[in-house]
């Protein structure tokens, strides 16, 4: 017995389980196909309970939507197989794999599954507790269909641009015979009437959407059903309300459909989560005498509907559930948000976008005084889209009045929302994802507001107190310099392509070495399509930066390396392309940088007044390795592209 053939007999089993894992997970598939083939001890026992024991996914032919594995890549590599010979190939040779779950997955192949599930019948069905069966694009008869319904652990049957309509004599005689099914899917399927179709005694997910032309009321929904899908199936307004739903319904998908108007007395009072997104709606009513949205609703979807301010009123009229922690209004054509101010305080998401709002003042038009009463959003609202509210006016706002959102928000979205100047705003302290892009701001240290009492400056707002920010977009504004700005100090990401900045130096805290307190968190900046022409030599980056891009600016002609950039130990990759220039020059620097992995050059001018190609490559990639002290992965001819580094 040689030494490898010894030490993965007796001493690799030997290993701790975790130990053993980590080793495989670096291996390839075949390896460990191997191991399961010519080693009958702990390690095949082991393969066999991380890798097979769960799921494995049978791709018989592409389908339309890709199959999105869930597993990490180094299961998904064994787990996945895409055509009949592999998975034939596997099954014969390990008859002892058998996963709690067999997913079929096929698009238009139909007869490579029938093959499968004659071939293995017995122990499809007797050794693997669950069978999923993704069908597309293939027009059944009954004589598949019987085939499917034949095996009865049968979880999950999944129809997608298969016509059915061939198939409703089998699917009355034969669907209900399914005990296991779990979750039934049509989508595209054909059949107008349902009425002489029942469905299995313990379905609990029944999807049965894109086709305008179904009935909805032929359908008998078994009371099993919690979620329940009828997107695009032509349903109106008076359908819904002639529909008898089962009796713990928790779910009820609508979008795509003709709703006018909601009759929420109408809807099963058991729902957690409804979604009317992609309607018509323009009203609401309640014939009952409380005038309440179903108690135990969560998520409220109405996006893309016909809600106007009069819609808004109506719905201001019937109580929101007291938990609802999730309500979406965006793509709408409310102008104010004064109907919507007793939302509840639990609402944790809220989006608005996409909104013609005027203003997020909602004082009384008749008012005399010149105060403004900006909107208060519910107390513990955690995240909040008002993104392309175009016609937002902030100017009876001031640095002294500004607009404040709820204490423990964590992330705002206010791109493209007309905003001029960040004085009128006061973001809360919890912040930690902050997007103001596509706006007209100029300058960012005018959000700041210090006041002087008598007892000296005193900082009552500034970028400084946002000590929870981690990730803050600003492109695509008309920022001019980042001097004097202030770091907020946990900030990891930031984002300011499309400005106006044209000079970089120390005078900004974010290239500071004073500031390196404030900077240390930062880990990618992106200052690509700005204005900039000018580096100081002697800025500091942050010191932990990876990704720095300055890409499409003017450093044109002759670009010195300042020798942050060079002696950095954190910074990855270094983006300057279609920058203009023709030379890189480096400073002598006591220190390199060791950490950079990519540096992109591409569309420069680098080299273009060479008379020696092949000399001038092979110089210029000398000085670029000794210049950044590291190791070029492959001199390439041409030099104006993507580096990497070893």
């Not at 309500?327 to 948000?337: E, G, I, P, W």
């Not at 639990?346 to 203003?359: A, G, I, N, R, V």
């Not at 973001?427 to 892009?437: E, M, Q, V």
């Not at 000018?534 to 930066?545: E, F, Q, R, T, V």
Request: with cysteine.
């Amino acid at each position: 017995m040689d030494r490898v053939t010894s030490f993965i007999s007796e001493y690799f089993p030997r290993l701790p389980s975790h130990v053993i894992l980590e080793v495989l997970s670096y291996l390839p598939a075949s390896y460990l196909t191997e191991f399961m083939m010519k080693w009958n001890n702990e390690i095949t026992e082991l393969i066999l309970e991380e890798y097979f024991s769960k799921e494995m996914h049978l791709m018989l032919s592409p389908t339309y939507f890709p199959h999105r594995c869930k597993y990490p890549d180094h299961i998904k590599r064994l787990v996945d197989f895409e055509s009949f010979g592999e998975i034939d190939e596997f099954l014969s040779e390990f008859p002892n794999v058998n996963p709690r779950r067999l997913v079929f997955i096929t698009g238009g192949d139909f007869r490579s599954l029938e093959q499968l599930l004659l071939s293995y019948r017995e122990r499809f069905i007797g050794k693997s507790c669950e069978i999923d069966l993704y069908i597309e694009r293939y027009e059944l008869d009954d004589k598949d269909l019987e085939l499917i319904t034949s095996f009865p652990n049968v979880r999950k049957l999944q129809f997608s641009r298969a016509t059915m309509a061939k198939t409703v004599g089998a699917l009355t005689n034969h669907l209900s015979k399914l005990s296991n099914l779990q979750e039934l899917v049509f989508l595209g399927h054909k059949i107008i009437d349902w009425s002489y179709i029942n469905f299995p005694p313990n379905l609990k997910h029944l999807d049965i959407s894109w086709y305008e032309h179904l009935n909805v009321n032929t359908i008998n929904v078994p009371d099993s059903v919690t979620d329940l899908f009828w997107n695009r199936s032509g349903l109106n307004s008076g359908k819904l309300y002639r529909t008898i739903f089962p009796a713990n319904l928790k779910t009820l998908m609508l979008t795509y459909n003709n709703l006018t108007n909601i009759d929420v007395s109408k809807l099963p009072a058991t729902l957690e989560t409804i979604d009317l997104s992609y309607n018509s709606i323009s009203s609401f009513t309640s014939e009952s005498s409380d005038k309440a949205w179903p108690a135990n609703l969560k998520s409220i979807l109405l996006s893309h509907n016909d809600m106007t301010d009069s819609c808004l009123e109506l719905l201001s009229e019937l109580a929101w559930p007291v938990d609802l922690k999730n309500l979406r209004l965006d793509n709408n054509r409310f102008t104010s948000l004064v109907n919507l101010k007793y939302l509840p305080d639990q609402l944790e998401y809220l989006d608005l976008s996409f909104t013609p709002l005027k203003s997020l003042d909602i004082s009384p038009t008749d008012s005399t005084s010149n105060s403004y009463s900006s909107f208060r959003f519910p107390e513990f609202l955690d995240t909040l889209h008002l993104s392309n509210c175009y016609h937002l006016d902030f100017s009876g706002y001031s640095a002294t009045n500004r607009i404040t959102f709820p204490f423990y928000m964590t992330s705002l979205n206010l791109d493209d929302c007309n905003i001029m100047d960040l004085q009128v705003f006061e973001f809360p302290k919890s912040i930690k994802k902050l997007s103001i892009s596509g706006n007209k701001i100029e300058d960012l240290t005018s959000y700041n507001l210090t006041i002087d009492e008598g007892n000296g400056p005193k900082d009552v707002v500034n970028w400084n107190q946002l000590v929870h920010l981690v990730d803050l977009e600003l492109y695509l504004n008309k920022i001019q310099t980042l001097d004097a700005w202030d770091v907020p100090p946990s900030l990891r990401s930031l984002d300011i392509r499309l400005n106006f900045i044209s000079f970089i130096s120390t005078k900004a805290p974010l290239f500071s070495s004073d500031h390196t307190q404030s900077t240390k968190n930062l880990h990618v900046l992106k200052l690509s399509d700005n204005n900039i022409k000018k580096i100081a030599s002697d800025i500091s980056l942050p010191p932990n930066i990876k990704v720095l891009s300055l890409d499409r600016n003017h450093l044109v002609d002759e670009f010195v390396f300042p020798e942050s950039f060079v002696s950095s130990h954190s910074l990855e990759e270094l983006g300057l392309s279609m920058c203009g220039l023709h030379k890189l020059t480096f400073k002598s620097s006591p220190t390199r940088n060791h950490q950079l992995k990519k540096l992109d050059l591409t569309d420069n001018y680098l080299l273009y007044e060479a008379s020696d190609m092949r000399q001038s490559i092979n110089e210029f990639y000398d000085e670029l390795e000794l210049g950044l002290g590291v190791k070029m992965s492959k001199r390439k001819f041409r030099v104006n592209s993507i580096h990497t580094f070893v």
